[in-house]
């Protein structure tokens, strides 16, 4: 298993993907896949983590995770279509 792929399968995880999908279908008037409920879950815990908002040991577990992008990836190439 992937360090990407066991965040997905926690289950605090997937319950903040299922929120997120609610949330963002409503706000956008279209239904947004788990996929992309997913990227939108990344994308808050990182700036949560990045702007100090989580201590241990909720920040080194995320941690485990920091290196699944590519060196050259930043969130706005990411996002970018």
Request: charged letters at 20%; a negative charge.
């Amino acid at each position: 298993m992937t360090r990407l792929a066991e965040l997905q399968s926690d289950p605090a995880f997937q319950q903040a993907v299922l929120a997120v999908r609610g949330a963002a279908s409503t706000l956008s008037g279209r239904a947004v896949t788990a996929e992309e409920a997913s990227f939108l879950v990344g994308i808050a815990l990182a700036t949560f983590a990045n702007a100090g908002g989580l201590n241990e040991p909720s920040l080194s577990r995320l941690g485990r995770f920091s290196d699944t992008l590519g060196q050259d990836e930043t969130v706005d190439s990411l996002t970018k279509h």
